[in-house]
């Protein structure tokens, strides 16, 4: 696993990458949550299957990814433009592009617009449509709280939704883990996050158009996107494949990281 740091005009992307020398191998994205970071892909890194690089990138202000200031209107296609450069700056013409929750988010807006580019999705906790009237309001109380209390009040107030039941009662570490995570990140960059997320479009039209094969996971305890909102991306996207993770809450890549990573390793086998 090693860390880069590529230069897209007036921007910094900082990346992970598990085997940055492998020229013939096949790559695979794999885009961060929110408010975490590329770090939480670690796992995944670490145990890429054979013939697979795994590209993990730092959202713009996350992680090692400076936040470039002036930016304008945020925008959830500002992260996707990242990505694309990203991958054609490392002369990468085709990959399996995925994410989690947020970086599911990111994802649609890679498959909308740069199509081409996309061998294989996964999709994991996420949900295809906009924010709801609630949701929107939800994301105002945690820009209030951000601005009383920076990033660690979004890690108290996150954290128990974030992590499933059996993880809090069992991996006091993983709990620990995530809080670090969450309150590396500056208050500027989770601030313009949380507007991506409000005013991202519906991707819910996009979903019978796909075309490539599609991997879906959801933990059985995620009650951020449960897993209903993952059966309907499933049901949506043709040929996909669901696979319901047992014991995990939104953060299955971390929760149950080696089941993840048998069922990602299954899915890539079969492109």
């Not at 880069?4 to 910094?12: I, M, N, P, Y």
């Not at 992970?16 to 191998?25: G, Q, R, T």
């Not at 953060?251 to 990602?264: K, Q, R, T």
Request: charged share 20%; hydrophobic share 45%; aromatic share 4%.
């Amino acid at each position: 696993m090693h860390r880069h740091d590529v230069h897209l005009g007036s921007r910094t992307l900082s990346y992970l990458d598990s085997s940055p020398d492998a020229a013939d191998a096949r790559v695979a994205v794999l885009i961060h949550a929110f408010p975490l970071a590329a770090a939480m892909w670690e796992p995944q890194l670490e145990t890429a299957p054979p013939g697979w690089r795994f590209i993990t990138p730092d959202l713009g202000g996350f992680g090692g990814s400076p936040l470039v200031d002036g930016d304008g209107e945020p925008s959830i296609d500002d992260y996707a433009a990242d990505v694309i450069d990203l991958l054609s700056a490392l002369g990468i013409e085709h990959a399996v592009v995925g994410g989690l929750s947020m970086g599911g988010y990111v994802t649609f807006a890679v498959l909308r617009r740069a199509p081409a580019l996309i061998e294989g999705l996964v999709l994991a906790d996420t949900k295809a449509g906009a924010d709801s009237p609630e949701a929107r309001a939800n994301r105002q109380h945690m820009l209030a709280l951000l601005d009383r209390g920076g990033p660690p009040a979004i890690a108290r107030e996150m954290l128990p939704k974030l992590l499933g039941s059996a993880s809090r009662r069992e991996r006091p570490d993983l709990e620990d883990r995530v809080r670090r995570l969450i309150e590396q990140q500056s208050a500027p960059a989770i601030q313009r996050a949380i507007a991506r997320l409000m005013d991202r479009p519906d991707a819910t039209p996009q979903l019978a158009g796909v075309q490539v094969p599609t991997l879906v996971i959801v933990g059985s305890e995620d009650h951020v996107t449960p897993v209903a909102e993952a059966q309907r991306i499933a049901d949506a996207i043709p040929g996909a494949t669901l696979v319901v993770i047992a014991n995990a809450g939104h953060l299955s890549s971390l929760e149950c990281a080696d089941e993840f990573g048998a069922v990602l390793s299954t899915f890539l086998s079969r492109l």
